[in-house]
T-cell receptor
Framework: GESVGLHLPTLSVQEGDNSIINCAYS??????FIWYKQESGKGPQFIID?????DKRQGQRVTVLLNKTVKHLSLQIAATQPGDSAVYFC????????FGQGTTLQVKP | DTEVTQTPKHLVMGMTNKKSLKCEQH?????MYWYKQKAKKPPELMFV???????INESVPSRFSPECPNSSLLNLHLHALQPEDSALYLC?????????????????FGAGTRLSVL
């Protein structure tokens, strides 16, 4: 069946360092992925998306990389700030969103 | 503006109560969704409405009853809930569900209703 998973439940980084959050998926036909950020007490917030016809997409301080060969995507956050502390979910969009388990990013001052 | 508004923010109810959760968006989106999120877990889809018609019911128990009165509003009626139904209930909307593969169909979420069933 479909599944989307994250490698690490928790990632702790120093403020100012770069963060890399990983996600693996199982369906080789998967076409469209979205990264969401969920802060405590809030709903998931859209960060960035990528379609399977792309390998890389950049936003403001964030980059998503998609490796279709190994069915892996990653979210890179440059110069991580305290406000980046949250749970990050990758999700496959098949008309329904199939979320991974989430990685909690902790930013140390 | 990508705002989805949910009310109430918190709700405590007994197992015999009837209550409703409300969701509103004014982005002109034609797809609206209900998700359930337990602590430290990802959101799980419950229902999808597309053009005010129920398109997906993920085998949700009948004690949860969705309603879409118009294109901007989505309700979730609750009756005879169980303590295990306590969770964060999230509403989301997107531009178009029927053509999700063609459109940039990003779902935007509200802040959720924190439900406690006693």
């Amino acid at each position: 069946g479909e599944s989307v998973g994250l490698h690490l439940p928790t990632l702790s980084v120093q403020e100012g360092d770069n963060s890399i959050i990983n996600c693996a998926y199982s369906n080789s036909a998967s076409d469209y992925f979205i990264w969401y950020k969920q802060e405590s007490g809030k709903g998931p917030q859209f960060i960035i998306d990528i379609r399977s016809n792309m390998d890389k997409r950049q936003g403001q301080r964030v980059t998503v990389l998609l490796n279709k060969t190994v069915k892996h995507l990653s979210l890179q956050i440059a110069a991580t700030q305290p406000g980046d502390s949250a749970v990050y979910f990758c999700a496959e969009n098949t008309g329904k969103l199939i979320f991974g388990q989430g990685t909690t990013l902790q930013v140390k001052p | 503006d990508t705002e989805v508004t949910q009310t109430p923010k918190h709700l405590v109810m007994g197992m015999t109560n009837k209550k409703s959760l409300k969701c509103e968006q004014h982005m002109g989106h034609r797809a609206m969704y209900w998700y359930k999120q337990k602590a430290k877990k990802p959101p799980e889809l419950m229902f999808v409405y597309s053009y005010e018609k129920l398109s997906i019911n993920e085998s949700v128990p009948s004690r949860f009853s969705p309603e879409c009165p118009n294109s901007s509003l989505l309700n979730l009626h609750l009756h005879a809930l169980q303590p295990e139904d306590s969770a964060l209930y999230l509403c989301a909307s997107s531009q178009d569900w029927a053509n999700w593969g063609l459109a940039k169909n990003i779902q935007y979420f509200g802040a959720g209703t924190r439900l406690s069933v006693l």
